[in-house]
């Protein structure tokens, strides 16, 4: 118990001698490095000592470095009856770029004033090359090709290798690759090799790249940072030689971080040449091959089918926007969104791209499709080069609206000879009783006699009324068809009514045929396989204005290009597509009221 007593009167006594000093030390933030003369793929060790209070320094920040924190520690010392204490923070500087750099100062807020430290000057110099033959850990870039042509494609690869162990190993600075387009050549892989009897654990990266500005490129540095596994102490000896005792877990090593960087690659890009370049070369560079197929060779007027064009091969083909080919009368094209499938191909980018193009014809026969011609430019040899598909024919039949009986011409009627055979003759037939002589009873009233005697003139008079009606409102099947024509539009306009659950490519192609049909009653004429181009000129002579007869024609063409195009179908355009036909099923109908009186008047 005594001892107890003279413990805490102790403790005591040494609180109440040290409160006053600490209360009275001024706090102090002090800097100091391990060095201050580094190589580029080097680190300084940083701490920062706070002494006199226990507030965190602000964050630090230093320019043309990355910073990593190894955490804390404290230390309490009591010199003369005087205690102190300090927190020391540990911070890991790895340089960005060589030069003389200003470390600090770094500063810590205490009772509403501001604390800094002082400043260290650091030099940064260039890394000295490590031979790859003895270094235990070391990174190379290299390229396949350092003299390409503008938009050829060659490889950049990055390898890491160690002999050691390594922890915590973070690409953390890539190059930009400006005026290169770059995609990553696969996965990173990881192989063992053998190099002047000491074998390597070697991490590789491919970069496919494919320069777009002719001249002197820079491929910058890649920086790697890792930790190396190393022994405390340096080396063992006797049992802990064993690698076994490498393990972390027995305390008997420790990690180094370290910086690696690569060299920078110098690339000169060649122009490509102006000696035979075609006039619709469109940059594209590589080895390729084009070709062409039809989804069905037989189609009718008014039909769709597909012209597939498939370009593979290894360069930049994902850059190229599509594959045109020539107008072919008769024959209506809509472009389809182009797929890409990208492939590796013998170490480089390459794939296939597909073109598709809905093909309508407009009239009845065989239409010849042309090849479709490509012109890239093959590095390899150095010159121009030509691709083309095989010619296709496509056999169109007439349309089934169009297809009417043709009925030959009556033939003249022969005169008709009849021969008379003459049985007997004789003036006047043979009585043979005298009641055959009386004149037999005729009476007639006399209102059967007035109807039968009124009966032609009253007959007359209706075939010269019905004459002269037919000839002021024909009422023939053209004149009817054209009456009910809008009375049928709107029939089918009711039907038409898009809803969100309706499917977008019947609504577009039932639109379609409902505006033709309103056309071709309303005109009287066929309107199945109308063009947008046939209903404008088909309506401008029918007496509507240019403006009416352009607006037709652009939404009968938006039909068709969303049937057979890559038109986004979503329920609010097909809402106004509605409201489109509706409206200008109206304006035509009053436009084109009776559009063949002109032309019948003489």
């Known amino acids: 118990m005594r001892y107890c007593a003279l413990c805490a009167y102790a403790l005591i006594l040494a609180v109440c001698t040290i409160a006053p000093s600490l209360a009275s030390d001024d706090p102090a933030i002090t800097a100091i490095v391990d060095r201050d003369r580094i190589a580029l793929d080097e680190y300084i060790v940083l701490k920062l000592s706070v002494e006199g209070t226990r507030e965190e320094p602000a964050p ?18 009591i010199v003369n009856g005087a205690m102190s204490a300090k927190i020391e923070y540990t911070y890991l500087l790895y340089p960005q770029k060589t030069g003389v750099f200003t470390i600090g100062p770094f500063s810590l807020k205490h009772r509403g004033r501001s604390i800094r430290s002082n400043t260290i000057s650091v030099t940064v110099t260039q890394t000295e090359q490590q031979p790859a033959q003895g270094a235990e850990i070391f990174v190379t870039a290299l390229i396949d090709n350092d003299h390409p042509f503008l938009h050829q494609h060659i490889v950049c690869t990055f390898q890491f290798w160690r002999s050691v162990q390594v922890a915590n190993a973070n690409l953390t600075d890539q190059p930009s690759f400006e005026g290169f387009v770059s995609e990553d050549l696969g996965k990173p892989v990881e192989y063992q090799k053998v190099v002047n009897g000491r074998s390597y654990t070697v991490t590789e990266i491919k970069k496919a790249l494919f320069p777009v500005t002719a001249g002197v490129l820079e491929i910058t540095p890649f920086t790697l940072q890792c930790d190396v596994v190393v022994s405390k102490g340096g080396r063992r000896r006797g049992l802990l030689q064993d690698p076994f005792f490498n393990d972390p877990f027995f305390g008997f090593t420790e990690t180094a971080p370290k910086t690696l960087r690569t060299a920078p690659i110098q690339v000169t890009v060649r122009s490509l040449p102006l000696d035979g370049r075609p006039a619709d070369f469109k940059n594209l560079v590589g080895t390729y091959s084009l070709s062409a197929s039809l989804s069905k060779p037989s189609v009718a007027v008014g039909e769709s089918t597909t012209l597939t064009l498939t370009l593979s091969g290894t360069g930049n ?64 040899e150095g010159t121009y080069k030509q691709m083309a598909t095989e010619p296709l024919q496509l056999t169109v039949a007439p349309a089934a609206a169009e297809q009417t009986a043709v009925v030959a011409a009556p033939r003249p009627a022969a005169s008709v000879k009849q021969d008379i055979a003459v049985l007997g003759r004789d003036i006047m037939p043979i009585h043979t009783a005298p009641e055959a002589l009386r004149r037999p009873a005729f009476r007639l009233r006399a209102m059967s006699a007035a109807i039968l005697f009124c009966l032609p003139i009253a007959l007359f008079a209706v075939l010269l009324l019905a004459r002269r009606l037919r000839a002021a409102s024909p009422d023939d099947a053209r004149a009817t068809r054209a009456r009910k024509a809008f009375d049928a539009f709107k029939t ?65 063409e938006s039909f068709d290009t969303a049937i057979f195009g890559s038109v986004s179908h979503d329920p609010a355009a097909m809402k106004q597509a509605y409201a489109s036909l509706e409206r200008m099923g109206r304006l035509l109908d009053r436009t084109l009221k009776k559009p063949r009186r002109r032309e019948a008047a003489p």
């Open 60 to 77: 630090v920040e230093v320019p043309n470095f990355t910073i990593r924190s190894r955490g804390s520690s404290s230390q309490i010392s």
């Open 317 to 380: 083909i994902k850059n190229l926007p599509g594959i045109e080919m020539p107008p072919v009368d008769n024959l209506k094209m809509y472009d389809d969104k182009p797929s890409f499938e990208q492939k590796t191909i013998h170490g480089k980018i390459g794939g296939t791209l597909t073109v598709k193009k809905a093909l309508v014809p407009l009239a009845a026969g065989n239409i010849r499709i042309p090849p479709v011609v490509l012109h890239y430019f093959d590095p390899d």
């Open 492 to 556: 089918e306009l009711r039907a038409l009514k898009p809803n969100p659950r309706q499917d977008a490519s019947q609504f577009y192609q039932r639109a379609s045929k409902t505006f033709r049909d309103f056309i071709g009653d309303k005109l009287g004429i066929p309107g199945a396989a109308m063009t947008a181009r046939e209903l404008h000129s088909v309506l401008r002579e029918a007496g509507a204005d240019d403006t009416v007869a352009a607006e037709a024609s652009r939404l009968l």
